[in-house]
């Protein structure tokens, strides 16, 4: 009596024939190193980390049956926040700190210990 095949069933399983057996744990390594990044920036940025998993496999199948699959993977972990600034423009197109439409107010030494705020000249 001809016993079946054992089939595969599962994609770890598959993933499992690759580099006689190394690719699996590599990947998963890298995705393990992934997450710890993911919640190290979660954590210094205070904000939700996002990454991605991209898996591949390219499969060929000759008139005899052997099957060959060729496995990619691509793991993204979360990009820094953008930096930002704050400025204004100018009537002739330059950008300053300071906003043009409010006037400018300094601390002036009034004499006696007293100091006053008056608008910049």
């Known amino acids: 009596m001809d016993t079946p095949n054992p089939q595969m069933r599962s ?3 598959m993933l499992s ?7 699996l744990p590599d990947l998963l390594s890298r995705i393990e190193a992934n997450n ?3 919640r ?3 954590q210094q ?3 939700t980390a996002k990454g ?4 591949t496999i390219d499969v060929k199948v ?6 060959e699959m060729v496995i990619d993977d691509k793991i993204v972990g979360p990009k820094p926040p953008k930096r930002k600034a704050v400025a204004w423009m100018t009537g002739d197109g330059g950008i300053t700190t300071h906003n043009p439409a409010q006037s400018r107010m300094e601390i002036r030494d009034a004499g006696g210990g007293r100091r006053e705020l008056r608008a910049a000249d």
């Open 52 to 55: 991605k998993i991209t898996l």
């Open 62 to 67: 000759d008139p005899f049956g052997a099957t």
């Open 11 to 13: 994609l770890d399983q």
């Open 45 to 47: 940025y205070s904000t």
């Open 36 to 38: 710890v990044e993911m």
């Open 17 to 23: 024939l690759a580099d006689a057996g190394d690719y």
């Open 40 to 42: 190290s920036f979660a």
